[in-house]
């Protein structure tokens, strides 16, 4: 594989839906970078669990964290291997026949083991980056984590070496005979749109309106 593209494992080989596979590198960044939530699998004594939590990247490296009290943070950060997902839906496909309808999205899923963070230089700088992944600008804004706060939150990193993205876009595909029924076919679009933000009640209201946000 070229350093544009993830090896494929036995774990992240596509086996149904080959076609709708990619390892591209940028590829799979672009859908990490704009998913805020991720879900996290694991096993704890010995049962499947999955929580859903805010995530980041910088460069290869992907990030979670969490209250240190956290029995599935705690699990992988004593050496749980971890399954990592992220899904967009872009589109309900809505075909001609019940059996073809579908959806147009794009996920990413990777597998992996996490390294705790303990260096609160490390922790602080790590803090940064999620917060100006959520808002440019607002870290030199914001009070900034204390020492304590920093000991309270586990951060774990992962190292994105089995990974890989699948991928659905397009018209629904229909059985040939199919098409000529006299019934709506396409794709409903979908996204995500931010609203106007609502300010706090307890807004300082000498501030500029939403100026944390401009």
């Not at 699990?75 to 075909?95: F, P």
């Not at 803090?127 to 959520?134: N, P, Q, R, Y």
């Amino acid at each position: 594989m070229s350093n544009s593209t993830y090896d494929i494992s036995p774990r992240t080989k596509m086996v149904r839906g080959h076609k709708r596979a990619s390892y591209d590198r940028a590829t799979v960044h672009r859908i990490i970078d704009e998913a805020i939530i991720c879900h996290v699998g694991t096993v704890l004594d010995g049962r499947p669990v999955m929580i859903p939590t805010a995530h980041w990247r910088a460069g290869e490296q992907f990030y979670i964290h969490g209250a240190t009290k956290n029995r599935v943070l705690a699990a992988i950060a004593d050496g749980a291997e971890a399954c990592i997902c992220i899904t967009h839906l872009d589109g309900l496909v809505m075909a001609r026949s019940a059996f073809h309808h579908s959806a147009n999205y794009r996920s990413v899923v990777m597998y992996g083991k996490g390294r705790v963070l303990n260096d609160p230089a490390l922790k602080m700088e790590q803090s940064a980056l999620f917060i100006e992944k959520l808002a440019k600008g607002r870290w030199d804004q914001i009070r900034q984590p204390n020492i304590q706060e920093l000991k309270a939150t586990l951060f774990l990193e992962f190292d994105m070496a089995e990974v890989s993205a699948k991928i659905r876009s397009g018209d629904p595909v229909d059985d040939e005979e199919d098409y000529a029924l006299p019934v709506w076919a396409g794709v409903l679009p979908c996204r995500t749109v931010w609203d106007d933000p609502v300010d706090d009640r307890r807004l300082d209201r000498s501030l500029l309106p939403h100026a944390t946000l401009a």
